[in-house]
T-cell receptor, first 113, second 114 residues
Framework: DGGITQSPKYLFRKEGQNVTLSCEQN?????MYWYRQDPGQGLRLIYY???????QKGDIAEGYSVSREKKESFPLTVTSAQKNPTAFYLC????????????FGPGTRLTVL | AQTVTQSQPEMSVQEAETVTLSCTYD???????LFWYKQPPSRQMILVIR??????QNATENRFSVNFQKAAKSFSLKISDSQLGDAAMYFC???????????FGKGTRLHILP
């Protein structure tokens, strides 16, 4: 079945450590996204990538970094510079046709202790 | 820049009744797409319904329908015959036809009262 996988579902890290969240898709989608979700804030865009080896900052990119070396993969690194990293992180992708629906992974809950 | 506003943080409806969730957006573009997503307690985002701005006819998916008012920049979601499984967070979203960026509202939490 085609879809988006995110792992792990729950992640715990100590303050000051970098952590990388995985996102893989087998939908052959060009565009991929990372969102952060906090209570009462909806989904806020961190980074998105429209093609391999290219990505753009979203609204809250500070303290995060991404790479897009393969079409299928779009990992997100939460660095120690992110002041409040505890949140729910959603990865998504979208097809190339205009108006295509965005597909979402199951999300990763990151807790920084 | 485009914005999406959901003015109702929470709503409640009696089971089997009808409820309408509001969404307004701001854009200077004429061609775009609008979506409603549902996020149940599992937190998996699920597409409920989509609307192309160039279509005048309101989209419908079973018990879910929209009232799309392009001039007013309004895109409300109506849920008929509400069921317990409809309890979730609902997000309105906007996508321009010029790029791949998608703008989400802050969401409306819907409670279904048995």
């Amino acid at each position: 079945d085609g879809g988006i996988t995110q792992s792990p579902k729950y992640l715990f890290r100590k303050e000051g450590q970098n952590v990388t969240l995985s996102c893989e898709q087998n939908l052959n989608h060009d565009a991929m996204y990372w969102y952060r979700q906090d209570p009462g804030q909806g989904l806020r865009l961190i980074y998105y990538s429209q093609i391999v080896n290219d990505f753009q900052k979203g609204d809250i990119a500070e303290g995060y970094s991404v790479s897009r070396e393969k079409k299928e993969s779009f990992p997100l690194t939460v660095t120690s510079a992110q002041k409040n990293p505890t949140a729910f992180y959603l990865c998504a992708s979208i097809g190339e046709r205009l108006g295509d629906t965005q597909y979402f992974g199951p999300g990763t809950r990151l807790t920084v202790l | 820049a485009q914005t999406v506003t959901q003015s109702q943080p929470e709503m409640s409806v009696q089971e089997a009744e009808t409820v309408t969730l509001s969404c307004t957006y701001d854009t200077s573009e004429s061609d775009y797409y609008l979506f409603w997503y549902k996020q149940p307690p599992s937190r998996q985002m699920i597409l409920v319904i989509r609307q192309e701005a160039y279509k005048q006819q309101n989209a419908t998916e079973n018990r879910f329908s929209v009232n799309f008012q392009k001039a007013a920049k309004s895109f409300s979601l109506k849920i008929s015959d509400s069921q317990l499984g409809d309890a979730a967070m609902y997000f309105c979203a906007y996508r321009s036809d010029r790029d791949d960026k998608i703008i989400f509202g802050k969401g409306t939490r819907l409670h279904i009262l048995p």
